[in-house]
């Protein structure tokens, strides 16, 4: 359905209102019509779709996630009712397990989303995780076994992964490239 993805991330909700606030339009485009420059890059695109997501849990290096290369986006479905059961299951079995795979260097971060906009119960998903790789080596370079050990000693592992099954589905799962990206300074 799409080639590229524009994610903006916003650290207060009040800036997805107006997002360019504040913003000195003639530092950014020096001697050029912003409106210009809008017509142009929506003459070369088409916005196929726009969702909202709000970061409900995270885990990262303390310097943050860092130069990551590649992105993997798990969308997931949840039967209705079993979101609080969901939510335990990323948050209490899958949060310490990927905060063990960042301390082995297979990934450098972790996130979960919740989806706020389009929303009911027609969508083919409700959330999303997000793995983020430094480089291609580490896609598929986790050891899971040992991960579970140390996050979870003495459990089974398989027992994990039936709770994580009646929670959710796995509807699909995206590898992204980054390509190009700009952080507050």
Known sequence: NYNYVVVSLFDNPANIESPMKG??????FPGKDLNKVLTEANSLRTIVSSTLLQR???VYPSSGPGNFKYLQIDYMKVPQGKEGEYYDVETTVWKPVHNEFIKAGSRVGWSFWGRVFP???GMDFQY????YFADWSKIG????????????PGKDIN???????????LVKSELWE?????AAQ
Not at 161 to 168: I, L, Q, V
């Open 178 to 182: 980054v390509i190009e990206r700009v």
């Open 119 to 121: 929303a009911g119960t």
């Open 23 to 28: 913003l000195d339009v003639g530092k950014v």
């Open 56 to 58: 409900q849990s995270f």
């Open 128 to 131: 999303i995780t997000v793995n």
């Open 159 to 169: 027992e994990l992964g039936k709770r994580t099954d009646a929670s959710r589905s």
């Open 141 to 152: 370079a986790a050891d899971y076994n040992s991960a579970f050990a140390k996050a979870h």
